[in-house]
C-alpha cells in the first residue's frame, strides 16, 4: 500500500533567479532520482524535463514532468511515498508558483 505524504519544506528563499532556480530545505533524508539525499539545503535547477538538485560538492538529476496547478502555491511543498522504509519524491509543488514538478 502506497503512502502519501505531504512534507512541508522549510525553505531558505524561494527566490526564482530567472524562474528555474529555487532552494529546498529537506528535514529528514529523502530519494529522488534513485539516489538518497541527506537532510539539508539543496539548490536546485529546472532544466528541460529535469531538476538538478546540489548541495556541497554532491550534484543529483532526476526526470520531471512539469504541470500547472489551478493556482499559486502559497509553500513550497513535497509529496512523496514511503517505499520499503524510505521516503520517494513524487512530486515537488513551488512556492509562490503554480508550477508543479512531478518525478518520474
Not at 37 to 43: F, I, P, S, T, V
Not at 45 to 61: A, F, N, R, Y
Not at 78 to 93: F, H, L, P, R
Amino acid at each position: 500500500m502506497k503512502k502519501a505524504l505531504l512534507f512541508v519544506c522549510l525553505l531558505a528563499g524561494v527566490a526564482f533567479a530567472g524562474s528555474n532556480s529555487f532552494t529546498l530545505t529537506l528535514s529528514e533524508p529523502t530519494m529522488i532520482g534513485g539516489t538518497e539525499l541527506k537532510a539539508g539545503e539543496y539548490k536546485c535547477v529546472l532544466q528541460d524535463q529535469k531538476i538538478v538538485l546540489k548541495h556541497g560538492h554532491q550534484t543529483t538529476e532526476a526526470a520531471v514532468k512539469v504541470e500547472t496547478g489551478q493556482s499559486k502555491y502559497s509553500i513550497t511543498t513535497v509529496t512523496y511515498a514511503n517505499a520499503g522504509g524510505k521516503n520517494k519524491v513524487e512530486e515537488i509543488q513551488l512556492g509562490g508558483t503554480n508550477m508543479k514538478l512531478v518525478v518520474n
